[in-house]
């Protein structure tokens, strides 16, 4: 399977790099089953740190824009395999954030919402979907979601650099790996997807 970033990942490496500074500030298995012991600022061998409870902070709100995006596409796709690709991650999103929203709560954090260009950004590729109907919203959903889910993976793994605590690099590393696979699969059929008729 290839991984290259397919158009519109591009955009979503210059806006990680915006996330990415504001944490250096401060299937999956993972961190579900066995490790549903209470967080602590400390546990599991090492603190919860600032980087880490930021990171989860920020990676709330980008999960709950994913849920959006992956709703949009259970209702609307029509190419074989995107609804499942968005209906798993949907699952998998879901599953992961009263995780994110501990590790943020154990230095007292609440969620933070991007920057308001990258909130407008979102709210601009969001309209676009809403106006768009069968391959051509198929297409620019796949473009859209698959730079999401990178922009995702590489603030995961400016954080996990630094991540001593092991429930925290558990849930980085489910995160990470899962949507890298998915990435995987939306690339796989975004080229099986036909070009919309002009």
């Known amino acids: ?32 089953g066995d490790d549903k012991a209470e967080w602590r600022a400390k546990g599991d061998g090492a603190a919860v740190t600032a980087t880490d409870a930021r990171w989860a902070a920020m990676m709330i709100p980008h999960h709950l824009d994913g849920i ?28 992961e954030l009263p995780y994110l929203r501990k590790v943020a709560a154990a230095r007292g954090l609440e969620p933070m919402p991007p920057e308001e260009p990258l909130m407008r950004f979102n709210e601009q590729q969001m309209a676009t979907l809403k106006s768009l109907t069968g391959t051509a919203f198929d297409r620019y959903w796949l473009d859209v979601f698959s730079a999401h889910h990178m922009s995702a993976i590489m603030m995961t793994d400016v954080a996990m650099a630094a991540t001593k605590n092991g429930l925290v690099r ?29």
């Open 68 to 95: 959006a995006f992956a709703r949009m596409a259970q209702e609307k796709a029509l190419t074989p395999g995107v609804r499942e690709v968005a209906a798993q991650s949907e699952a998998d999103q879901r599953a």
């Open 1 to 32: 399977m290839s991984r290259s970033i397919k158009p519109g990942a591009a955009m979503a490496a210059v806006l990680v790099a915006v996330l990415a500074a504001g944490i250096a500030v401060a299937g999956p298995s993972g961190a579900h």
């Open 170 to 198: 558990r849930l980085e590393h489910r995160i990470h790996s899962g949507q890298l696979r998915q990435v995987d699969a939306m690339n796989d059929l975004r080229v099986r997807v036909p070009v919309p008729a002009q």
